[in-house]
């Protein structure tokens, strides 16, 4: 066999990202008595937190304080370090609520983010090209992406970084609360009241990208063609409260894509210039068109 053919679509999860479920966290009062597509979808998230219970209580029973195993761990040993402490966040509760959080929302977005990105680069064989020149320049065939890589790929991280750009997975970010009074432009934001950052407002700013509306990796590369940073790149949300799973998709990003391309050429069953990029469904999360993807090896 000669090549893989695949046809990706949106995720059995795309129900949590539609309109539904944005609403019922907006008005959540109302929402759960109404019929609707949320209450499936939330069904679904109530038993993924019964597996993240027992995973927790797994690790719980054959936890050794000297050797933390994972994430889980430290937090059980952070628990009982606070134990005693009846005002501490580290509780049973928020362990399950934070695995969860880092198993759907990352999985998620990364997966949505590559199968995005790998639409982008069919519309674009131009740009994979230049992706597999700067991959073999660098790594070669013989060994698999490391990070220490990314440094001396310029071209390849400027690529990702526009994914998440261009894409604009989550552009409404997450839901946060202001804890005090605030003046913001002449307005009073009343102490608890439930603010939205819409990122894309950003990521699609003119005057922080020359060219927002089109797929363009310039946008972060300096003239001599290195890396360069946008205070503008906010698809992790800013602030205090920005994703702290934050390394960890940009880690996956660069070895899923770079590990991926290093084996493989990427063509479509359609002209590309027939191919459209833009999102099928913008909700909670933007996701990309069902679409044939034939994976040749090099």
């Not at 309109?19 to 109530?46: H, I, N, W």
């Not at 503008?232 to 205090?240: D, E, M, N, Q, Y």
């Amino acid at each position: 066999m000669d090549r893989l053919a695949l046809k990706t679509s949106p995720c059995s999860v795309g129900s949590l990202l539609s309109v539904a479920p944005q609403l019922y966290e907006m008005f959540s009062d109302t929402m759960r008595y109404l019929p609707g597509p949320q209450r499936e979808a939330f069904k679904q998230l109530a038993g993924l937190e019964k597996f993240m219970e027992r995973k927790v209580k797994e690790n719980q029973e054959t936890l050794d304080p000297n050797i933390p195993r994972d994430f889980i761990d430290s937090f059980l040993i952070k628990m009982q370090q606070e134990k005693q402490n009846p005002s501490s966040e580290f509780s049973m509760k928020n362990i399950v609520l934070t695995v969860l959080t880092v198993f759907f929302a990352g999985t998620e977005t990364v997966s949505t983010t590559l199968r995005y990105g790998f639409l982008i680069l069919l519309k674009y064989p131009e740009i994979e090209a230049k992706i597999h020149k700067e991959l073999d320049r660098v790594i070669g065939r013989n060994r698999v992406p490391n990070m220490e890589d990314r440094n001396q790929m310029p071209y390849t991280n400027a690529v990702i970084h526009e994914f998440q750009r261009f894409c604009d997975i989550i552009p409404m970010g997450l839901a946060r609360r202001v804890t005090q009074d605030t003046q913001f432009r002449g307005y009073t934001i009343p102490k608890d009241t439930e603010v939205y950052p819409v990122l894309g407002s950003v990521l699609y700013d003119p005057t922080q990208f020359s060219n927002p509306e089109n797929f363009d990796p310039r946008h972060f590369l300096d003239d001599n063609g290195q890396f360069k940073k946008s205070d503008a790149f906010v698809p992790f949300s800013i602030g205090k409260r920005y994703c702290f799973g934050e390394m960890l998709a940009r880690t996956e990003l660069f070895l899923f894509l770079t590990s991926i391309l290093q084996n493989f050429s990427f063509r479509s069953p359609i002209d590309p210039k027939d191919i459209d990029i833009s999102p099928k469904l913008v909700g909670f999360a933007s996701l990309p068109r069902s679409y044939e993807i034939c994976l040749v090896p090099r």
